[in-house]
């Protein structure tokens, strides 16, 4: 499996995705917000788009379906549900379809609620596992839920679904928040070492080559995933004088997720 993540330096830090097979270069675009660019990088690698695929119906991850459909005619696959919000799906998908790339590429689709409830995750069907997560699990953060969605199915997806996944399932998000989202982790938990030295590497990145964090790594600096960390817990009890002293890893995501929406 060929992977180009494609960064777009547009306003909202968006990454376009090509997925490809290697003995075919027939490949699968996701979530294009910058068509010309996309068409060219894939242009670049002899790749042929042939399918688009939508994590969910937010217009910056959708606006470049129509033009790269005109160049390519390429096929759109996206929820089952958003099927009246992205204009001409073709492929519905429902958690567990297999979307196949080529002749060796597999990719499960996995129905992930929160920031939208029409929301697709992309896994890989491979012995490295690779999530292509959308605007639901970003680097060191979650996506929002205010365009849509709803903090308890996003919590539900990540105690359920994520949370499941090996530690080596390296993430592939649609935006590049990580700066901002360590900046986060380090305002809930103060003493987290490795959250502190990441931020550092990344701070001041090339988002053209950014890093690739995996499920494992997300555990240790997504305060999202560290739902029964003291040191966060604390901090959220000082924040909220009636947050409960012994709290249930629910109640410590949406009190995250509601701080993060103005922090």
């Not at 997925?19 to 790749?47: F, K, N, T």
């Not at 429902?94 to 996995?110: N, P």
């Not at 499941?164 to 982790?185: C, E, K, Q």
Request: charged content about 20%; hydrophobic content about 40%.
């Amino acid at each position: 499996m060929l992977i180009e993540q494609i960064w777009t330096d547009n306003p909202w830090r968006n990454f376009n995705y090509l997925v490809a097979c290697p003995e075919s270069l027939e490949a699968l675009l996701i979530d294009p917000s910058d068509a010309q660019l996309c068409l060219r990088v894939a242009g670049d690698r002899g790749w042929h788009i042939k399918q688009i695929l939508n994590t969910h119906e937010h217009y910056d991850h959708i606006e470049g379906n129509r033009a790269v459909v005109a160049a390519t005619g390429a096929r759109i696959l996206a929820h089952y549900k958003a099927t009246d919000k992205i204009a001409g799906v073709e492929i519905p998908l429902k958690a567990g379809a297999v979307v196949r790339v080529g002749s060796s590429v597999e990719l499960q689709a996995m129905d992930t609620p929160g920031h939208t409830m029409s929301h697709i995750c992309l896994l890989s069907k491979t012995a490295a596992p690779v999530l292509f997560s959308g605007d639901t699990l970003f680097n060191a953060g979650v996506g929002n839920c205010r365009n849509g969605g709803h903090p308890d199915y996003l919590y539900r997806t990540f105690s359920e679904q994520l949370d499941a996944l090996p530690d080596s399932t390296l993430v592939y998000p649609g935006h590049d928040y990580i700066v901002n989202n360590l900046r986060f982790t380090l305002d809930r938990e103060p003493g987290n070492q490795r959250a502190a030295e990441l931020l550092d590497q990344v701070q001041s990145q090339d988002a053209n080559h950014s890093l690739v964090t995996s499920i494992g790594l997300e555990k240790e600096i997504n305060c999202f995933f560290r739902l029964d960390n003291p040191e966060i817990i604390e901090n959220l009890r000082l924040s909220s004088a009636d947050f409960p002293t012994n709290p249930d890893p629910k109640a410590v995501f949406l009190a995250l997720r509601e701080l993060r929406n103005t922090w």
